[in-house]
């Protein structure tokens, strides 16, 4: 019996890889240098533009729970990249480019870009779409300085987010990308399934200011934020905000400023202001327990992500330990510089504690994803960081020498009108030829409860002394009155009210041949005091060239692109604007709001041609403390027009029917 042959598999594994690795050397013999395949050629826009190419591609979605049988309602997770490449001949700044996003997209992240419409991810994008901006990559350098470096040319920015309301096989895109960098012109991108495209130049009516900066230059805001690091360590940095109220009708009361970190920064110390909240547990059990072992952290101010920092009450202000610093410790006011230029400006310093990898003395970043607001004041919208030269500081010997930061960064925030019943004060109109006010808009600062009211009817028309009481009190009123004026039934739910503290009413008191008259008064329905208020009113057309004078408040004319406001505050002693307070009866009489009113007088020697009955006098714009109040959309009519039409139109019928009688009886 032949034995069965035993098979080297030893032998033949070795011979087999001999062979393969032969034919691989081989086959790489074929190459001509031992070079790898060459890259796809991109694409004949990118080699043909000259300034910056933006692309967006989008990478696929799938569903997400809650899984529901409404397509409206479905949630689905995405995936896109955006893509900024300069092509051009000019390092681009801190660049910006905006997706017009608009299937209800709720981005998630965005790595390698900040979200300058929202205070962090994730941020609701799907209305109105987004701008991102570069971070911590913000600027694009070009070729020739780099020789064709892409990792400093690009920005490649994957984008991860929730969608809703999508059919299954559809590829939801934005409408449209572009870059939004000052002196940038951007056509229509070129749009593709599931990819856009777009190449922007350079605008040749362009003009850039000279430039004489390392960085960026800095750029107007109606509110100037500047992030100057004072001194730099290994692991630390001191750092000081300044903030400049620079817009002459913006103001701050009480501000709230917060941030983001994103480099696991804390804040060991403060000096000029004060965190919201001191907890280190969020320090010990995050990643920077986790490097720093030892440290005491019971001492440390804040370990938030997100701090809230606001302003020292004034009495802090000669603190050796938390105050003692010039523009600090005012409760967080800012007033306008036209009151105040002083007291227009805010400072807190900080020390600022890092982790690696940033161990190094250079290793400087801003946080991000700034914001700040105040109690009834403007909202404000806040750009990135974007570094500028150095802030220089006066010596404090005052020998001369100017001493600089280690390294600035500036925020800009400029005001945003308030959206459509979201306003913080409103207005109502009335005027002398009109028997009936026109109130504040139904919910002009909002509804929470519409149960029992009508959040969308227009509101009753009032007797004009139904402006002193508060609204609960004015029912029985309106429903007189519009017996009384027989305005018609009223409806079965009636309008909300307007909900705001503060009410503003702009009375047109007079009109004769060389000039005219109007009243504002000042309603206060809060319990507290507005101390230093201010009210600012736009007119129309050129109308406040013939403004005279205002009586009982401080009032002037604002100079060149604003020479149509009136700018007014209240008299030294009279510039508290009191809250509301019971009435003389708290069983029977209503609350009776805070109130200060003055006359406004205006010469028509400038302004002949204004017809004060069809609405030039009243405001297009009215202003308190910086926030921009909500107007009715109508002014009042004229009764004396209105029953003189009445008794027209009367006439002209009783004589058509005596005609007909007339007629009627000759035949």
């Known amino acids: 019996m032949v034995k069965g042959m035993q098979i080297p598999w030893r032998s033949i594994s070795w011979i087999a890889l001999v062979l393969i690795a032969y034919n691989f050397q081989t086959c790489r013999g074929q190459d001509y240098g031992g070079e790898d395949t060459k890259p796809a050629a991109p ?31 479905q949630a689905w997770s995405f995936k896109s990249m955006l893509t900024v490449l300069n092509t051009g001949l000019y390092e681009l700044k801190s660049w910006k480019v905006f997706i017009g996003f608009q299937n209800k997209e709720l981005l998630v992240s965005a790595d390698g870009a900040v979200a300058i419409d929202g205070d962090g991810f994730p941020v609701k ?7 991102l901006a570069g971070y911590p990559q913000s600027d694009l350098k070009t070729a020739i300085d780099t020789a064709g470096d892409f990792t400093q040319m690009s920005a490649q920015i994957s984008i991860k987010g929730t969608q809703f309301g999508l059919k299954e096989k559809s590829n939801p895109m934005p409408s449209t990308i572009k870059l939004v960098n000052e002196g940038y012109k951007c056509p229509a991108p070129k749009r593709y399934k599931s990819y856009q495209q777009v190449c922007c ?8 200011k000279n430039v004489t900066t390392k960085f960026m230059p800095r750029r107007y805001g109606d509110l100037s934020i500047t992030y100057d690091v004072l001194s730099a360590y290994t692991n630390r940095y001191q750092a000081q905000v300044t903030i400049d109220n620079l ?6 009361d009480h501000w709230n400023l917060t941030w983001e970190w994103m480099r696991n920064e804390f804040i060991y110390n403060i000096k000029g202001a004060h965190t919201h909240k001191k907890d280190p547990s969020e320090c010990i059990y995050g990643p920077q327990g986790q490097y720093y072992k030892d440290f005491d952290f019971t001492t440390v101010i804040n370990c938030q992500k997100k701090p809230v920092i606001s302003d020292l009450p004034k009495e802090k202000a000669d603190d050796d330990k938390i105050g003692k610093l010039p523009y600090c ?14 007291e227009a400006r805010s400072i807190f310093q900080m020390e600022v504690f890092k982790l690696p990898p940033d161990l190094n003395r250079t ?16 909202s404000y919208t806040c750009g990135p960081p974007v570094r500028v030269d150095p802030s220089g500081f006066p010596d404090p010997n005052g020998i001369g020498i100017v001493t600089t930061a280690v390294a600035s960064w500036q925020i800009t925030c400029n005001i945003t009108r308030p959206k459509p019943k979201a306003a913080k004060c409103c207005v109502s109109f009335s005027a002398f030829y009109s028997e009936s006010v026109i109130p504040c808009n139904t919910c002009a600062c909002g509804c929470e409860q519409t149960s029992k009211c009508d959040a969308n009817r227009k509101p009753l028309l009032l007797p004009p002394e139904a402006l002193l009481i508060p609204f609960e009190n004015r029912e029985e009123k309106a429903r007189a009155w519009s017996e009384l004026k027989h305005l018609g039934p009223l409806p079965k739910k009636l309008p909300c009210p307007d ?7 702009w009375h047109v008191d007079s009109n004769y041949n060389s000039g005219w008259t109007a009243r504002l008064t000042l309603f206060n329905w809060g319990d507290d005091a507005f101390e230093d208020w201010f009210s600012a009113i736009t007119m129309k057309k050129d109308t406040a060239k013939g403004y005279e004078n205002v009586y009982s408040f401080n009032g002037t004319r604002l100079q060149h692109e604003r020479n149509n406001t009136i700018f007014m505050q209240g008299l030294k002693g009279l510039n508290f604007l009191v809250g509301e307070v019971n009435g003389s009866n708290p069983n029977t009489d209503p609350r009776v709001p805070g109130k200060q009113q003055s006359v406004i007088s205006f010469l028509k020697k400038d302004t002949p041609h204004i017809k004060i009955e069809a609405g030039d006098g009243f405001p297009s714009k009215v202003f308190f403390n910086g926030e921009e109040c909500a107007l009715p959309p109508e002014f009042p009519k004229s009764t004396a027009a209105l029953k003189s039409q009445i008794g027209l139109l009367s006439a002209i019928l009783l004589a058509l ?4 009688l007339l007629t009627d009886g000759l035949h």
């Open 247 to 252: 817009n002459p009708l913006g103001r701050l």
């Open 43 to 73: 694409p004949p826009e990118q080699e043909n533009c000259d300034g910056i190419f933006v692309t967006y591609s989008f990478e696929g979605r799938e569903k997400v729970y809650p899984l529901v049988k409404n397509v409206s309602a």
């Open 125 to 131: 994008v799907g209305k109105n779409g987004t701008t």
């Open 363 to 378: 290793a400087l970043n801003p946080p991000q994803n700034w914001k700040i607001e105040g109690t009834i004041n403007p």
């Open 657 to 660: 029917f005596t005609f007909f």
């Open 201 to 208: 130049k350079r605008d040749p009516k362009f003009k850039p």
């Open 499 to 505: 909900n705001c503290g503060v009410s503003i009413n």
């Open 329 to 342: 410790c005012r409760n967080g006011t800012l007033l306008s510089p036209i009151m105040n230029e002083t």
